[in-house]
């Protein structure tokens, strides 16, 4: 089966304003006869439930937590990439697109990434008339900073708040239309399926997660924005809530899966402390800006550190190896993510690592102390300086912070197309969800930029030409499809609230976490995933045999709500080692040990992995089918990319 992308012809700068045009519209006296669905209020959620609404079409929107604002992504923390050039430092739209494509490591669209910086600077301008408090320049400028892989400050941001202050400008949006009564919001509703009629998607079954009452919810068309899947790692930055199953069951109702495999692995994680821990904290990358990497030259020197017979401060500048620094000059201690935490892996299997536990290395910010004071440094980094003093009760204004990589996002997801649609007609995917704009490797303070692009400037548009072609025509919720639909559900919740064995569903999880690192993880080879794979498999049957649900249906039950997401993870993370081992090449965040340079860097193969991996569910444990879409770089020509 051939992918087809949708992607307009004609010359890059242009193809976005003519697909706009291109694309049939919904009178505005018809919109209001259209119903949508929308699965999750982050930044994705919110601003296209916001904006959909306040176009004149109804929506239903959903969310798992209490409240919408409570979306994952307020714990963003670092900034948001715009092309507004304000520093006049280069930046441009192109040179935006441009650091993208390459810092995917040439596994991304052209067309999408293209968009996506073209609409950078839309979002800006949108965010600050909702009243976002985007850090400002003494002038009254809005200020920026720089993030990784790029030599331009293009990272607008809200101290180390950024999602938080986006987030509320988004749900104060969304709020205005809740109270307009053109969204009809549901806190604490879980979707557990999407009902699909000849083969489009017309509506969703949820759980009510404090009633356990089972609804079927019809629409024109359903839209995911239900975020990232970093989770199936265990321990992870991510929200301990973020789950798969949104984008799980929609891939079992036929909607592809895209490049599963790539895992982002954030540099600059307070490191993992023990088996208790359930959760990991990001140092936000906006540190790099003026930390400096650094570990211990001599595997002597580092196991003095970590046996306390030396402290950091006792380190003489030549015992000290800034490894970014000597690396890559250019680019220093801000080289993108999947570059920075391979080398901090280096350092740690080198016997050069830091801590108790030998498995870090230093982000020291003494040379920033004393180059801006402590009081600009506090006012820069101050919360995040203040979090870590009190996970680690060490003060970073007079040692350094020890960091390591971790899980932290993920650029597969739902195969879509350049309008956002998944392969199942009325089935969009938007934000973390989908697979569309990072390639293998995405760049910091790019998550916020396309979750705001898609819901703001992308499907308002979009989703037009889709519902102009299927017409008004109300959804009809007789059709057996929701019954049908909806007796799945239960059944699968019968079933696992019949798992009465002896092991709890959070040591499966954390179980599968450790295959997943270790695997799966930030080095992967061909013998390593045939392991995991099977595995994973031997865990999964086990689950099915020996895992204990407690409680029941009509009451709050988190032990049933993580069971079936635990489910989910222990299902995707067989599509991912799959999907690894298929990729025998190196690219961005997927590091294959067979394919490296003399150097160390990733090395792709592109004239056999130039492409978008989308695999299609075939049934319970039978082997998904690969669908390839080929990439084709008319405008920037792939190369070995280069930091140095
Ligand atoms: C600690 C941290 C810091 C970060 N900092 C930055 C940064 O500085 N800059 C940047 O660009 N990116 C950053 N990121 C990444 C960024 O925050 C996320 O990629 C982005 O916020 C995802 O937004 P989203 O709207 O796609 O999904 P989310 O914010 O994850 O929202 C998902 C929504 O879906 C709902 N949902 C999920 N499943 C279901 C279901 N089954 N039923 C009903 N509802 C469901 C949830 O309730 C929620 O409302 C950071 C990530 C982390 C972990």
Known sequence: ?????????????????????????????????????????????????????????????????????????????????????????????????????????????????????????????????????????????????????????????????????????????????????????????????????????????????????????????????????????????????????????????????????????HPTCIPVTGDHQSKLTLMSESLRNDGRVWAPKTQETAEKLRTKQLSAADVKEEDRDYFLERKYPSFGNLVPRDVASRNAKEMVDDGRGVGGSGIAVFLDFADAIKRLGKETVSAKYGNLFDMYYQITNEDPYTQPMRIYPAVHYTMGGLWVDYNLSTNVPGLYALGECNFSDHGANRLGASALMQGLADGYFVIP???????????????????????????????????????????????????????????????????????????????????????????????????????????????LGELMVDDALMRNESCGGHFRLESQTDEGEALRNDEVFSFVGAWQYKGDNQPEELHKEALNFEFVHPSQRSYK
Request: proline share 2%.
């Open 1 to 265: 089966m051939s992918l087809d992308a949708k992607i307009p012809q004609g010359p890059l700068a242009e193809k976005w304003s003519k697909h706009k045009f291109n694309l049939k519209l919904v009178n505005p006296a018809n919109k209001r006869k259209y119903d949508l669905i929308v699965v999750g209020t982050g930044l994705a959620g919110a601003s296209a439930a916001a904006s959909l609404a306040e176009l004149g079409y109804n929506v239903k929107a959903f969310c798992f937590q209490d409240s919408p604002r409570r979306a994952h992504s307020i714990a963003a923390q670092g900034g948001i990439n715009a092309a507004k050039n304000y520093q006049n430092d280069g930046d441009s739209v192109y040179r935006l697109f441009y650091d993208t494509i390459k810092g995917g490591d040439y596994r991304a669209r052209e067309a999408n990434v293209y968009r996506l910086a073209e609409v950078s600077v839309n979002i800006i301008d949108q965010c600050v008339a909702q009243g976002v408090p985007f850090a400002r320049e003494y002038g009254g400028l809005l200020d920026n900073r720089s993030f990784g892989g790029s030599q331009v400050s293009r990272t607008f941001y809200a101290r180390g708040q950024t999602g938080q202050q986006l987030l509320l400008g988004a749900y104060s949006a969304l709020n205005r239309q809740i109270h307009k009564g053109k969204v009809k919001m549901y806190t604490r509703t879980e979707l557990l399926d999407i009902v699909t009629i000849d083969g489009h998607a017309k509506g969703i079954v949820t759980r009510n997660l404090v009633n356990g009452q089972i609804e079927t919810h019809s629409g024109h068309a359903v839209l995911l924005c239900t975020g990232g899947y970093g989770n199936v790692f265990y321990l992870s930055t991510n929200a301990i809530g973020s789950n798969v199953t949104a984008a799980w069951r929609a891939h079992k109702r036929g909607a592809f899966f895209a490049n599963p495999c790539y895992t982002q692995i």
């Open 461 to 571: 548009y979009t989703i037009g030409d889709y519902l102009a072609s299927i017409g008004p025509k109300p959804v009809d919720t007789n059709h057996p499809a929701f019954e049908k639909t909806r007796k799945d559900v239960t059944d699968r919740i019968e079933k696992l609230l019949a798992l009465k064995g002896t092991k709890t569903v959070n040591e499966y999880h954390r179980e599968l976490g450790h295959i997943m690192w270790e695997y799966c993880g930030m080095a992967r080879t061909a013998e390593g995933l045939t392991k995991a794979k099977g595995l994973i498999s031997a865990l999964r049957a086990d689950f099915w045999k020996n895992a204990l649900v407690v409680g029941a249906n009509d009451e709050v039950n988190n032990s049933l709500e993580r069971a079936g997401r635990v489910a989910d993870f222990l299902e």
